[in-house]
Nanobody, 114 residues
Framework: QVQLVESGGGLVQPGGSLRLSCAAS????????MGWYRQAPGKQRELVAL???????IYADSVKGRFTISKDNAKNTMYLQMNALKPEDTAVYYC????????WGQGTQVTVSA
């Protein structure tokens, strides 16, 4: 059974940075795609960034130029570097993995506030 565990969330001031990590229990190379979603209070879960096995990447328009997704196959870990954070980035961030099934992490809270 695949497990995804996020870490790195927290409270940061507007304009600040955070790096989220998603550690997989198995090889991340085995995933067809991995990514980050987020859900703010009262809103639907939305895609933030996605990276596929061939390192093709897509970003939500709202985070382009500020967030960077990457993965380290040797460490079985995916990352989300978030810069120039805004209050509207406040949400629970979820790690996502797709093999023949969909897997989710438990989520990590990111709060951007002065």
């Amino acid at each position: 059974q695949v497990q995804l565990v996020e870490s790195g969330g927290g409270l940061v001031q507007p304009g600040g940075s955070l790096r989220l990590s998603c550690a997989a229990s198995g090889s991340v190379f085995g995933f067809v795609a991995m990514g980050w979603y987020r859900q703010a209070p009262g809103k639907q879960r939305e895609l933030v960034a996605l990276i596929d096995r061939g390192n093709g990447i897509i970003y939500a328009d709202s985070v382009k130029g500020r967030f960077t997704i990457s993965k380290d196959n040797a460490k079985n870990t995916m990352y989300l570097q978030m810069n120039a954070l805004k209050p509207e980035d406040t949400a629970v961030y979820y790690c996502y993995g797709l093999t023949g099934e969909v897997f989710w992490g438990q989520g990590t809270q990111v709060t951007v506030s002065a």
